[in-house]
């Protein structure tokens, strides 16, 4: 039996060499952009099997990092039917202790976007919770602060902007060195700059 585990271990040794020499043989003849899309998406696929990989590993609750980017929610997703009571019967108890305003940056799993979260005002970070976590309206944040909806919204804008900023010039700035990123982060980047790009054209339009 041992004999048969070290073979297993080699031929996956083997297999993985093999593939790392393809990929480097593909990038090394890449010479026109179709060539440069094949390479880019076999490091996509390759950073998608990484991760989630890495995931697997992980306990606690699945982390959205990047839906702020499309829904206008923050990076916490949302607790369906309060997930961390089947946490605590299995044990995983850091949900549980870090579901609150002030904790909360550390459940999230990227290091980045949670040291983002945790410099936020702590009035950003309760709109933040109450409306990504807890999925309150401004309005009921309102009442529960006791501010107006007008204030609650402001402090949600302003609270994504602290996060979005940042987070987009540093992952172009290491595009711009080409130090390679992740899928999602790209996607982020291109999303967040046509943001900017039509909000230039509608203050123009005025």
């Given at each position: 039996m041992e004999t048969i585990t070290k073979e297993?271990?080699?031929?996956?040794?083997?297999?993985?060499d093999v593939k790392r020499e393809a990929l480097t043989r593909l990038e090394d003849a890449a010479r026109t952009e179709?060539?440069?899309?094949?390479?880019?998406?076999e490091w996509d696929k390759r950073d998608e099997t990484h991760y989630?990989?890495?995931r697997s590993h992980e306990i606690g609750r699945e982390q959205k990092l990047l839906e702020l980017a499309y829904s206008g929610n923050a990076i916490i997703p949302p607790p369906f039917n309060h997930p961390y009571w089947p946490e605590l019967l299995r044990g995983e108890y850091l949900g549980f202790i870090y579901d609150n305003p002030d904790e909360i940056w550390q459940a999230i799993g990227d290091w980045e976007i949670a040291r983002l979260v945790r410099n936020l005002t702590r009035k950003q970070r309760q709109v933040l919770f109450l409306s990504a976590v807890r999925?309150?309206?401004s309005v009921h944040i309102a009442c529960y602060t006791d501010k107006t909806d007008r204030a609650v919204r402001k402090l949600k804008v302003s609270a994504l902007e602290a996060?979005?900023?940042p987070l987009a010039e540093r992952i172009k700035a290491r595009l711009?060195?080409?130090?390679?990123?992740t899928k999602a982060k790209r996607d982020f980047l291109?999303?967040?700059?046509?943001?900017?790009?039509n909000a230039l054209d509608e203050n123009k339009g005025e």
């Amino acid at each position: 039996m041992e004999t048969i585990t070290k073979e297993k271990i080699e031929r996956k040794q083997l297999v993985r060499d093999v593939k790392r020499e393809a990929l480097t043989r593909l990038e090394d003849a890449a010479r026109t952009e179709a060539d440069f899309v094949v390479v880019q998406a076999e490091w996509d696929k390759r950073d998608e099997t990484h991760y989630r990989r890495a995931r697997s590993h992980e306990i606690g609750r699945e982390q959205k990092l990047l839906e702020l980017a499309y829904s206008g929610n923050a990076i916490i997703p949302p607790p369906f039917n309060h997930p961390y009571w089947p946490e605590l019967l299995r044990g995983e108890y850091l949900g549980f202790i870090y579901d609150n305003p002030d904790e909360i940056w550390q459940a999230i799993g990227d290091w980045e976007i949670a040291r983002l979260v945790r410099n936020l005002t702590r009035k950003q970070r309760q709109v933040l919770f109450l409306s990504a976590v807890r999925l309150a309206s401004s309005v009921h944040i309102a009442c529960y602060t006791d501010k107006t909806d007008r204030a609650v919204r402001k402090l949600k804008v302003s609270a994504l902007e602290a996060i979005r900023r940042p987070l987009a010039e540093r992952i172009k700035a290491r595009l711009e060195e080409e130090i390679p990123d992740t899928k999602a982060k790209r996607d982020f980047l291109q999303w967040y700059l046509a943001r900017q790009e039509n909000a230039l054209d509608e203050n123009k339009g005025e």
